[in-house]
């Protein structure tokens, strides 16, 4: 019974020892999420260096950047807590093993001095031969059998503990070991992290000096967002009427219906693709006070998302082109319907599709434009709507 209950301990160990590399693999494929993240954000702030306009730019990035170490120090605080938790574990089953080791011990000595007081083979034949009846004969054989058997697994037993304070001494050391090497990471973060936000701060400061320029910047990119946001209403309200619905539907008669593709487009909620391979979302959706100036409030209808020059814009699921519109400010809008669905990509150039032309998920729409005469910035702003309401896009897609 002893010995199965030092089985099941331990499969349970092994069992604890799989579920902690699992957590340590999520973290550390974190980790590495992250770093990729703040890799990208190095190659766009290199490409905002060449630039002197490009304070807005700058300081978007490092925000992120800054976001991302926070998060990168935040898995190492939760690994070593999680380690400190499995060290503080393993010595208390230290001692657990130590205290069942002793007891066994105890047990095994005592049959060890009952043996020799009865090692006489003499003893155990007369034991058998003094029964007074076949049947007690036969049990006292079994007793016998039981009792040698008994010893034998004791001493299993004795050798598993062993075995077991032995491997988790080893484990606790490595344990340490890994515990110091997070915590010198985690420093050497923290010291990144430090010096990214001092220079947030000499961003600011020299952005602080044209403060007026930049907030005249903000007011253009929002009477711009508002004359999209007015447009694309009015041409959403227009789609959604009962001819346009019904025409719709009668198009794509022998393909997927609206009905079809709103189901299948529900169902990708926080899977859906992402429009552009890799980017930073520098304005969230909403409305919110600007990061760098409290006093300013932006409102977005989408997100934008900053990205290296050249980046190719993605259809993000399968659905039509309803409309290809220029707006000032913002270069060219596609406007695609995936049913009771739509997905709006703006600040495009070189734009590859046509209304009423049917996309798959993937396809190239067009290239975001590049400001090489302000801040060199490539920004998509990117909304998603059902029927007439605006949605928060980083719900639906899929993290990049």
């Known amino acids: 019974m002893r010995l199965k209950k030092i089985h099941i301990g331990l499969f349970f160990i092994l069992l604890s020892n799989f579920s902690f590399s699992q957590n340590s693999d999520t973290y550390r494929a974190k980790r590495e999420k992250l770093f990729d993240r703040i890799n990208f954000a190095d190659e766009l702030l290199s490409e905002a260096d060449n630039f002197k306009n490009n304070a807005l730019v700058r300081l978007k990035i490092i925000k992120n950047k800054i976001s991302y170490r926070k998060a990168v120090v935040e898995t190492f605080n939760k690994e070593i807590s999680y380690i400190d938790g499995r060290i503080e574990s393993l010595k208390l089953e230290q001692l657990e093993l130590a205290d069942e080791l002793r007891e066994i011990k105890k047990e095994y000595e005592q049959l060890i001095y009952y043996a020799y007081k009865n090692k006489s083979a003499y003893h155990k034949l007369m034991f058998i031969l003094s029964a007074e009846t076949f049947m007690q004969a036969y049990k006292r054989l079994k007793y016998l059998e039981q009792y040698t058997n008994y010893r034998r697994k004791q001493v299993e037993s004795i050798v598993l503990k062993n075995a077991r304070i032995e491997k988790n001494i080893a484990e606790l050391e490595e ?174 150039i070189n734009v590859n599709v046509s209304e009423n032309e049917l996309v798959g998920e993937g396809q190239e729409i067009g290239i975001i434009f590049t400001d090489r005469f302000e801040d060199n910035s490539s920004i998509l702003k990117f909304q998603l709507w059902e029927k007439k309401e605006k949605l928060n896009p980083e719900e639906w897609l899929i993290e990049f």
Do not use: C, W
Not at 328 to 342: A, T
């Open 175 to 348: 344990q340490k070991v890994k515990k110091l090497s997070l915590i010198d990471n985690r420093l050497r973060e923290q010291e990144f992290l430090e010096a990214e936000e001092l220079k947030e701060e000499q961003v600011m400061a020299s952005a602080g000096q044209d403060y007026e320029a930049l907030e005249g910047t903000l007011l253009t990119g929002k009477k711009s967002s508002s004359l999209l946001d007015f447009s694309i209403n009015q041409i959403v309200t227009d789609l959604n009427s009962d001819a346009a619905t019904a025409l719709a539907t009668a198009e794509l008669s022998g393909k997927e219906s609206d009905k079809i593709l709103t189901r299948k487009f529900k169902e990708k909620q926080g899977k859906l693709s992402s429009p552009v391979e890799k980017g930073l979302v520098v304005y969230a959706f909403g409305e919110h006070e600007h990061p760098n100036f409290p006093n300013l409030i932006v409102r977005n209808d989408g997100i934008d998302i900053l990205t290296v020059s050249g980046s190719i814009v993605r259809a993000i699921f399968t659905g039509k082109v309803m409309k290809v519109i220029d707006i000032p400010g913002l270069n060219k809008s596609v406007l695609v319907k995936h049913g009771d669905y739509y997905s709006l990509y703006s600040n495009l």
